[in-house]
């Protein structure tokens, strides 16, 4: 067996959580017989600094995502580029090696762990047994829609930003939150702005067309508004939650406060590029390629500071070896390693209590590993 991963570390503390994922692999390695390759390439900021301002998204990063198994990125962007008149900036890498892989699915679990309850800002017994799978919309919407531009108007500057859907981008992530859903407690809930959106509207209409094909699994749609109060006062209701593309990104932050920390949390970015794959375990699978990565910014403030938290991208690792590997077994190794590190009371500056000693990133990153052996 063998496995292709492309790398795409970027900016702040993206190299340094990154390395402790790859770090996480080669140990579990050892164990499962996986045969991982790893190739890097430069994107974000980096890439812009590489260069010379030309691109934030090199080719070469994209004809790696292209050829790979599966793929593993850090972190891009800092106050460095952080210009809003610049042509090129860093985010401009993640839009488009999204859209160039058509990783149309973005799947973010947000789940709570007994012994991380008292991270949280909420009471324990709202918190206690959250189990939240979020599916945003990656390829459509606001963040792509044309024209966005600054302008001179009338009455002075002006800008104007364009949300756009058609039907089939709304059809196949909604199959996909119902494909998912069956697979755990059988439940989806779809988030819009029906009351005030015709993209919203539209997104409602198709989601419904699509729960009338899948009445095996219980259905409901709820405004992003109410949805965003409903997350904090119960949200062990929720199973899988689908959005679209803003109102998953804003959501997705709000609902990682219920563990206690962005630092805990993964992502799957997943496309259309499916294949038949067999695994360790001798079972061959379906997999789907994506590219993963913690759902934290770059942290450019504790960058080079060995403070941060590795086990986002850790957990991120996981969820590509269940999705885009087919090693289930392996994935579950790989959590089973992070919650006994936790379980240990090992916390990151992130996680730490006032008055508690905090792990350094490669610290936390080595009591996963020791917990894999």
Same mark, same amino acid.
């Given at each position: 067996?063998?496995?292709?991963?492309?790398?795409y570390?970027?900016?702040g503390?993206g190299?340094?959580?990154?390395?402790?994922?790859?770090?996480?692999?080669?140990a579990?390695?050892?164990r499962?017989?996986?045969?991982?390759?790893f190739?890097? =390439?430069?994107?974000?900021?980096?890439?812009?600094d590489?260069?010379?301002?030309k691109? =934030?998204?090199?080719?070469?990063a994209t004809?790696?995502?292209?050829?790979?198994d599966?793929a593993?990125?850090?972190?891009?962007g800092?106050?460095?580029?952080?210009?809003?008149?610049?042509?090129?900036r860093?985010?401009?890498?993640?839009?488009?090696?999204r859209?160039?892989l058509?990783?149309?699915?973005n799947? /973010?679990?947000v789940?709570t762990v007994?012994?991380?309850?008292?991270?949280s800002?909420?009471?324990?017994?709202?918190? /206690?047994?959250?189990?939240?799978?979020?599916?945003?919309e990656?390829?459509?919407g606001?963040?792509?829609?044309k024209?966005?531009? /600054?302008?001179?108007?009338?009455?002075?500057r002006?800008a104007?930003?364009?949300?756009?859907y058609?039907e089939?981008?709304?059809?196949?992530?909604v199959?996909?939150a119902?494909?998912?859903?069956?697979?755990?407690?059988?439940?989806?809930t779809?988030?819009?702005k029906?009351?005030?959106?015709?993209t919203?509207?539209?997104?409602?209409?198709?989601?419904t067309?699509?729960?009338?094909?899948n009445?095996?699994?219980?259905?409901?749609?709820?405004?992003?508004?109410?949805?965003?109060?409903?997350?904090?006062? /119960?949200?062990?209701?929720f199973?899988?939650?689908v959005?679209e593309?803003?109102?998953?990104?804003?959501?997705t932050d709000e609902?990682?406060?219920?563990?206690?920390?962005?630092?805990?949390?993964p992502?799957?970015s997943?496309?259309?590029r499916?294949?038949?794959r067999?695994a360790?375990?001798g079972v061959e699978?379906?997999v789907?390629?994506?590219l993963?990565?913690?759902i934290h910014?770059?942290?450019?403030?504790?960058a080079?500071?060995?403070i941060?938290?590795? #086990?986002?991208?850790?957990?991120?690792?996981?969820?590509? #070896?269940?999705?885009? #590997?087919?090693?289930?077994?392996?994935?579950?190794?790989?959590?089973?390693?992070?919650?006994?590190?936790?379980a240990?009371?090992?916390?990151?500056a992130?996680l730490? =209590?006032?008055?508690?000693?905090?792990?350094?990133t490669k610290?936390?990153?080595?009591?996963?590993?020791? =917990?894999?052996?």
């Amino acid at each position: 067996m063998s496995a292709k991963i492309a790398l795409y570390p970027g900016d702040g503390i993206g190299p340094e959580v990154t390395a402790e994922a790859v770090a996480c692999l080669e140990a579990l390695d050892a164990r499962h017989r996986i045969g991982f390759s790893f190739e890097e =390439a430069t994107i974000g900021g980096a890439a812009i600094d590489a260069t010379g301002g030309k691109t =934030a998204l090199p080719e070469q990063a994209t004809r790696l995502g292209e050829t790979a198994d599966g793929a593993l990125l850090g972190a891009v962007g800092g106050p460095k580029w952080d210009d809003p008149k610049a042509s090129v900036r860093p985010e401009q890498a993640l839009l488009g090696i999204r859209k160039h892989l058509e990783l149309f699915a973005n799947l /973010r679990p947000v789940k709570t762990v007994e012994s991380m309850l008292g991270a949280s800002t909420l009471k324990p017994e709202v918190v /206690r047994g959250v189990d939240i799978l979020v599916i945003r919309e990656l390829t459509g919407g606001i963040y792509f829609g044309k024209p966005s531009e /600054r302008r001179q108007g009338p009455k002075g500057r002006e800008a104007v930003d364009t949300m756009l859907y058609d039907e089939s981008e709304v059809r196949r992530v909604v199959e996909v939150a119902f494909d998912l859903a069956r697979q755990r407690r059988k439940k989806v809930t779809s988030v819009d702005k029906a009351n005030v959106l015709s993209t919203s509207r539209l997104w409602r209409e198709v989601a419904t067309e699509v729960a009338a094909r899948n009445r095996d699994v219980a259905y409901e749609d709820l405004l992003v508004d109410a949805m965003a109060m409903h997350l904090i006062r /119960r949200p062990k209701d929720f199973d899988v939650i689908v959005t679209e593309n803003l109102f998953g990104d804003i959501l997705t932050d709000e609902a990682a406060m219920l563990p206690g920390s962005m630092g805990l949390l993964p992502s799957a970015s997943l496309g259309p590029r499916r294949s038949r794959r067999k695994a360790t375990d001798g079972v061959e699978r379906e997999v789907v390629f994506g590219l993963y990565e913690p759902i934290h910014g770059s942290a450019p403030d504790i960058a080079g500071k060995g403070i941060a938290n590795p #086990l986002a991208a850790i957990l991120s690792a996981a969820m590509m #070896l269940r999705f885009s #590997l087919g090693e289930p077994a392996a994935a579950a190794d790989l959590e089973r390693a992070v919650d006994a590190a936790l379980a240990r009371g090992l916390r990151t500056a992130d996680l730490a =209590a006032p008055g508690e000693k905090a792990v350094s990133t490669k610290e936390m990153g080595e009591a996963v590993r020791a =917990a894999l052996r």
